[in-house]
DNA sequence: ATTCATTTTTGTAATCATTTCAATTTTGTT
DNA sequence: AACAAAATTGAAATGATTACAAAAATGAAT
């Protein structure tokens, strides 16, 4: 699915500069942060300010199109697969990488001791395999 | 376990500002930020810097007798309980509450896809019983 | 097409959590 | 008591994020 068709759906209208970030984030898989997607797209849309990528990431994590990552204690992930899965923070590289939802990928409980689950995240740190090797 | 003993564990020098920090974790889980506990703390402790609580914190995490939580995206909270559990944060009132690990409790895996872990966060965010009844 | 209202974008300035850093104080050892 | 090392402190700097108001773009109605 595109990122006109993802924004359309969601009800979000979509600008260039909208469907420039959600097309990002849909072909980068890297869960960039504010900065990285407003240095990426900055030379092929002049006008760009970094206030319109903190809007529109605003308005896609409040419509459901994308999701916020606090695994990183300073700055803030993006990730347009808002499936549930998990994440895995390499301590030496800083990168982010997807995982499978550990156990419970199917079986994602509403509630929990009576509170409502509207979000799950699964952060992971460590090592990654990359890092390891040298 | 006092906040003494675990500080002394751990080859933590416990000094005045160390114990105060430390035994305000222990006896307050609500998963305090650098604020809330800085304000618990300064009129015992009149000398107390907010610099010092940030250092105290940092050495704990280091340490391995507190560990950060990334929940809230506006602050960083804080938890003396490092035994593997999840934690839930009700975006109404904000309050952070503990849950147990959801499934492998006891089955944490030390590798997933070549990377090597070393800690596991699990956030659940929605609305808290108690916010839920109102 | 033109007007007008609404929405979106933009840049600057403000906010606020956190870090840096150097000076001071405290602590432990001789 | 004297000294070195460690801890604390406060002020200033940093840096991500937000607030805000002006400018630009869009869409609907005429």
Do not use: W
């Not at 695994?71 to 390499?90: G, K, M, T």
């Not at 990168?95 to 509630?111: G, H, R, S, W």
């Amino acid at each position: 699915m595109n990122a006109r068709q993802i924004l359309e759906d969601a009800g979000v209208r979509p600008s260039v500069q909208r469907l420039a970030v959600m097309d990002y984030l849909a072909t980068h898989k890297t869960h960039p942060t504010v900065d990285e997607i407003y240095s990426a797209l900055a030379p092929s849309i002049p006008t760009l300010s970094k206030t319109t990528v903190y809007n529109t990431l605003k308005l896609f994590v409040e419509n459901g199109v994308t999701q916020m990552l606090t695994i990183d204690e300073q700055n803030s992930r993006y990730d347009a697969d808002v499936s549930p899965h998990a994440h895995f923070l390499c301590s030496k590289c800083g990168k982010v990488y997807d995982l499978q939802f550990v156990d419970f990928a199917n079986t994602l409980p509403e509630e929990i001791d009576g509170h409502a689950i509207k979000e799950v995240y699964q952060f992971f740190k460590g090592i990654c395999s990359c890092c390891a090797e040298k």
